[in-house]
C-alpha cells in the first residue's frame, strides 16, 4: 500500500487541451482529467467498465447515440464494451475509474485522444 499525491504524478497532454494524470492498482484505475470548456472526447469503446465522477463542471456525453449531461457532484456509470463520447459543456475536472486497467492509457496506444 502507498499513498499517492495527485501533485507528484506526471500529467498527460492530450487533444484540445485534456489534461490526465493517472494512478494504478492491480485490478483499478483512476484517471484525474481535466477539459477545457468545449474540448471533446471522440466516440470510443474499451473494454473497461467506467465510473465518472464529476467534481466541477459540467459534460455531456453520448451513450450509444443518448445524450446524458453529468454535472458537478454527480456520477455516471458506462458498462464494459460500450460506444461513448463526451464534451466539456463549462471548464471540467473529473475523476475516472476504470476497472479492468487500461492498458491504452498506459502505453500510449490511446490514438483517439492524442495529436496526430
Avoid at 495527485?6 to 487541451?17: A, K, M, T, V, Y
Amino acid at each position: 500500500m502507498e499513498s499517492v499525491n495527485w501533485n507528484e504524478i506526471p500529467e498527460d497532454r492530450l487533444i484540445g487541451g485534456i489534461r490526465r494524470k493517472i494512478v494504478t492498482g492491480e485490478k483499478v484505475m483512476l484517471g484525474k482529467m481535466y477539459f477545457p470548456k468545449g474540448s471533446k472526447v471522440p466516440s470510443h469503446v474499451h473494454e473497461s467498465e467506467q465510473v465518472t465522477n464529476v467534481l466541477e463542471g459540467k459534460l455531456l456525453f453520448v451513450i450509444n447515440g443518448q445524450q446524458i449531461t453529468v454535472s458537478s457532484g454527480e456520477t455516471l456509470v458506462i458498462p464494459s464494451n460500450v460506444e461513448h463520447s463526451a464534451e466539456a459543456i463549462e471548464e471540467t475536472s473529473e475523476i475516472d475509474t476504470f476497472s479492468p486497467i487500461r492498458t491504452d492509457w498506459l502505453d500510449g496506444s490511446d490514438s483517439y485522444l492524442r495529436e496526430n
